[in-house]
């Protein structure tokens, strides 16, 4: 019975999070309708559904998990990248912008996954800031993989080349990745609703697994490995799956991104943006999903709101970061954390006495 009770209090949370959200599109897109949103917060609606998806998907390695890493900035440039030859290569079999960028961010997905394979496999036998370094290392990789890529499309198909362009193009036919200056002429076919609907999936997905019994198995990997492994759950196996699937969602939204933006290049990845990203989970609270969706769209968005006030907007912006750093490491949050749950034991203890 109490088993049941906590599986009803689980859909009801997650049913809650998912209305959140879709009232929050409801809100935003009735603000653009009506023309009560600027321009520049217009420009920053796509990037915030991708930071979001990565704050959401990096909470699940380092918060879920419990492992530090540094590198998930090379796995969004993976999905960005791989998203945008994707959808270069069928912008003539898949005509429909929507359908093409859904393709391209589940390929993208895909290549993004597959590398969080190659790279969990030896690195997850690793743990703090071994793995940290280890993986700090495999982001500046994939940068400085991405700037000696060629590749080009033509009437035969892709070509592909390292270091320099060793291929000529047919008749017709144009560069796709430039090497070190990257992709220009990016058909931008990224939207604020395709942007939402990631959001949903990734919280689908991060949420049911969170809660199911692989995800208390992650959870306790997390807590006690040793204690973990007597009761036979496999560490490894554990480890790997929840570094894939994060792995996966970074290259999706990656995919998002860059398909925002005419011109890409592998700096936009770099490991400034692990750090940026990084900060929104421990901002948020590692393991808090929400925290991670708050922290993301409000520290992607504040440095705009006080762009008015010029030169003391990231002096502004660095004390509300401290402060929301105590108001996290204090005991505030836990007490305003066991006020709401005392709060909805109390209900649930009201409504089963009527």
Same mark, same amino acid.
Request: proline share 2%.
């Given at each position: 019975?109490?088993?049941?009770?906590?599986?009803?209090?689980v859909?009801?949370?997650?049913?809650?999070?998912?209305? $959140?959200?879709?009232?929050?599109?409801?809100?935003?897109?009735?603000?653009?309708?009506?023309?009560?949103?600027s321009?520049s917060?217009?420009?920053?609606?796509?990037?915030?559904?991708?930071y979001?998806?990565?704050?959401?998907?990096?909470?699940?390695t380092?918060?879920?998990?419990?492992?530090?890493?540094?590198?998930?900035?090379?796995?969004?440039?993976?999905?960005?990248?791989?998203?945008?030859?994707?959808?270069?290569?069928?912008?003539?079999? $898949?005509?429909?912008?929507p359908?093409?960028?859904?393709?391209?961010?589940?390929?993208?997905?895909?290549?993004?996954?597959?590398?969080?394979?190659?790279v969990?496999i030896?690195?997850?036998?690793?743990?703090?800031?071994?793995?940290a $370094?280890?993986?700090?290392?495999?982001?500046?990789?994939?940068?400085?993989?991405?700037?000696?890529?060629?590749?080009?499309?033509?009437?035969?198909?892709?070509?592909?080349?390292?270091?320099?362009q060793?291929?000529?193009?047919?008749?017709?036919?144009?560069?796709?990745?430039?090497?070190?200056?990257?992709?220009?002429?990016?058909?931008?076919?990224?939207?604020?609703?395709?942007?939402?609907?990631?959001i949903?999936v990734?919280?689908?997905?991060?949420?049911?697994?969170?809660?199911?019994?692989?995800?208390?198995?992650?959870?306790?990997?997390?807590?006690?490995?040793?204690a973990?492994?007597?009761i036979?759950i496999?560490?490894?196996r554990?480890?790997l799956?929840?570094?894939?699937?994060?792995?996966?969602?970074?290259?999706?939204a990656?995919?998002?991104?860059?398909?925002?933006?005419?011109?890409?290049?592998?700096?936009?990845?770099?490991?400034n943006?692990?750090?940026?990203?990084?900060?929104?989970?421990?901002?948020?609270?590692?393991?808090n999903?929400?925290?991670? $969706?708050?922290?993301?769209?409000?520290?992607t968005?504040?440095?705009?709101?006080?762009?008015s006030?010029?030169?003391?907007?990231?002096?502004?912006?660095?004390?509300?970061?401290?402060?929301?750093?105590?108001?996290?490491?204090?005991?505030?949050?836990?007490?305003?954390?066991?006020?709401?749950s005392?709060?909805?034991?109390?209900?649930?203890?009201?409504?089963?006495?009527?």
């Amino acid at each position: 019975m109490k088993q049941f009770k906590n599986l009803l209090t689980v859909r009801r949370d997650n049913t809650i999070s998912y209305g $959140i959200v879709i009232l929050a599109f409801l809100v935003i897109q009735g603000m653009i309708a009506s023309g009560n949103i600027s321009s520049s917060l217009k420009g920053q609606l796509v990037p915030i559904c991708a930071y979001i998806v990565m704050a959401v998907s990096l909470n699940l390695t380092v918060g879920i998990l419990g492992e530090l890493s540094l590198g998930h900035a090379g796995f969004m440039s993976v999905g960005a990248f791989t998203g945008i030859v994707v959808s270069t290569s069928l912008a003539a079999a $898949i005509p429909s912008a929507p359908l093409r960028l859904a393709v391209s961010m589940v390929i993208g997905g895909l290549f993004a996954g597959l590398a969080g394979v190659i790279v969990g496999i030896p690195v997850l036998r690793l743990k703090g800031d071994y793995l940290a $370094i280890v993986t700090l290392a495999f982001g500046e990789i994939i940068k400085n993989i991405i700037n000696v890529l060629y590749i080009g499309l033509d009437e035969n198909g892709l070509h592909f080349s390292i270091l320099q362009q060793s291929f000529t193009l047919a008749e017709g036919g144009r560069m796709i990745i430039n090497g070190p200056m990257g992709v220009s002429g990016v058909e931008k076919i990224s939207s604020f609703t395709s942007g939402f609907v990631l959001i949903l999936v990734t919280l689908f997905i991060i949420l049911n697994l969170v809660h199911s019994r692989t995800g208390r198995a992650v959870m306790s990997v997390r807590d006690n490995k040793i204690a973990a492994e007597s009761i036979g759950i496999s560490v490894t196996r554990c480890k790997l799956l929840a570094f894939v699937i994060s792995a996966v969602f970074a290259g999706m939204a990656g995919t998002l991104y860059a398909m925002n933006f005419s011109t890409v290049t592998a700096s936009k990845f770099d490991f400034n943006t692990s750090i940026l990203i990084l900060v929104f989970v421990v901002l948020g609270g590692l393991g808090n999903i929400w925290g991670s $969706i708050i922290a993301a769209a409000l520290l992607t968005v504040l440095p705009e709101l006080l762009r008015s006030m010029n030169d003391y907007r990231m002096l502004i912006y660095a004390i509300l970061l401290i402060v929301m750093m105590i108001f996290n490491n204090s005991g505030a949050r836990k007490r305003l954390l066991e006020w709401r749950s005392a709060r909805c034991a109390a209900r649930n203890e009201k409504k089963e006495g009527a």
